[in-house]
Every structure is written in structure tokens, then in C-alpha cells.
């Protein structure tokens, strides 16, 4: 039993997802692919040119203040980085050369430091300090996640991402092709993938 | 304890949560009061002239088949009214002439007609022909829905909603303030409202 765990790092609600999912599905037996992609792309589809939650403000007020209760409910630190959202570009980019627990891990140290601490990830900075924390060289690291077969597999990514139907992060797809979108899905999600349907 | 709960009868996922939420608010204690409003005015102030499920297909997409995994789970039908969103105007003038269980009564059985049966709740007939099963004579109550004063009342709480800062339905509204958007949002604000907030 599998399922992926799609998430953008500049998405709000991918952040307590993330902290959240691996043990979510151990529980369950379902094993998790992560995979990062970039709603930029997908948001522009819809003529999106900015996040909704900037778009339209109500909605914006809303979420903060729904994610500031998630965040206190799960113990997790919540602080709004500046700009919102950030730049999520070299981050995925990063992500994507990463494997299995490494990848997870990588990507919860940047939730942490961007919603948990309100650091700017789209500094180079930001990423390259994360790295040594997994016993990697952050100037080969990042060569590779610059190099253009990676910069190509991140388009493939959001190019699958849109072709799975998916509207937003994070999202749950499951080997069926079922999609849930949303932190408040995981479970209904995960359910899913270890075969309880109902 | 008390909480309000704020649905449109356009909204699918306030089909789900107006069968739900009754039991679940007896379950915490918890008061409730039915709420009906349109979204239309918020809708409109965010530059929107129709439901997003259709300004944004993918969108829709993706809600009409999440509405019927949450359908299926709870054994609900679900068949998709023609047009769709249907204009909601009448029900809610009816529903906020009635009150307390009658209201909350109607107000689902609005709602199986809609969504349970793809019934056309904009049409009179449809309306007219769910009063005589609560006991109500159709033509008093229409009268009553379509009187100045009721009009007025239901704009007077369009724009309450709006004031709450309640930007979709359903929502569930706390004594202190806090807005709960979603049908998968109500136990956690059921929970917020009986006093447990962790």
C-alpha cells in the first residue's frame, strides 16, 4: 500500500501536513512517496498570478487564523514569513535531489525554519544552512539541484502534478489515482490507500 | 455553550453538514443555531459572479468527487441539481421564517431534495411541496418568506456574515468570535465551542 504526499514549501498548509504525515502512515502501513512541486504553474492556469490567500484578503484572514489553531493543536511554532509566500523555487529544487528519508527530513527542516521560525527559504542562505544538519555539502548539493536535468525533472513534476488532477497542496494521491487535497485529508487519504474506504 | 451555524442552500458541503451537525452538537453539549445566509454578496465582493466550482473547473472537479467520497461514507445520495449552483434565494427566505427544530427540520429536507434527490430548489414548487410534511400550510409560509420585513431580515444577515468574516459555507461561529470554515471543520469547532480548544 502506497501513497504520494504532494507539497509545495511556500504552501501553508503543507507545512503542519508534513509534520504530520510520516507518522500518519506508518500507523496505517501505507508507504509515502514525497513529492515536491510548485503551484505557481497551476495557479497560473487559473489566472492566478499571486497566492489567493494575497488575492483575496478575507480568505487570507481566515487561513492564518485557522492555521495559527492547527499549529497550537499540534504544538508546532507558527510564525509568517516575509514576503508571503516565499519563493519555493530553489527549495523544491533541492528537495528533488534528495531520496527517501533524506528528502522528508530536508523538507520538514525547511517548514520549520519558513512557517516555524519565519525565515526566508527563497535565500540561498536559508537552504544551504539546512544542509550540513543531514550530513551533506551544500555546495554539491545545491550544483546538482541547479544543474539542468534537475531543473527539467522539477517541470516534469508539476506537469505530472496538474495531470493527477491536483488543485493544491498538499494533496494525497493514492495508487487508484484518487486525490486529497488538503492537511484536514490525510487521514481520509491515508485511510483510503490501506484499503478502509468507507 | 451555543454555536451558529451558517449555511447556504447552493453550498454542497453544507448538504453534508446540515446532516450532520445536529447530532454532533448534542454529542458536545453544544447549542446550535441555525443560521441560513447567501454567499452571493461575499462571493461578489471577491469580484466572483459565479460559484468557484465553475469559475474554476479543475476545481470543480475536484469537489464534485471529494462531495461523493463524503457522501459515500456517510451512506447520503448525492446527485448533482441542474443548474448548478441553484439559485438558493427562496429557501433561505423560507428557512428564516421558521425557527428553532422547524427551521433545522426544513432546512435538510431542503438539502436531500437538492443534493439527495437533484431536485431544482430555485423552483417554488419544490419549496412549496416540503412545508406540508412539517405540518406548515405553503401558502402562509411563502407569504411570510416573501414579506418586506423578511427580505430585509435575511439581507441584515447576509451582511452579519460578512461582519463575522465568514468567507464560505458552511461555517461554524463561536461565543468568542472564532469562525470555523467547512464541513470538515465542525467537530474541531463544536470542540473549540464546548470548551476544549487543544
Redesign the interface.
Known sequence: MAAEFWYEFASTYSYPAAMRVASLAEARGVSLVWRPFLLGP?FA??GWRDSPFNI?P??G??MW??LQ?IC??LGLLLRRPEPFPQNSLLAARVALTLEGKERAEFSRQVYAAEFGEGLPIADRATIAALLPKLGLDPDAVLARAESEANKARLKAECARAAEL?I?GAPSLVTDDG?????N??LE?GLD?AAGK??
Open positions: 497551476i492556469s487559473q483575496y478575507a480568505k484572514r481566515y487564523r485557522d489553531r497550537d493543536a488532477g488543485i484518487e486525490v486529497f487535497w488538503g484536514d485529508r481520509q483510503w474506504r468507507a
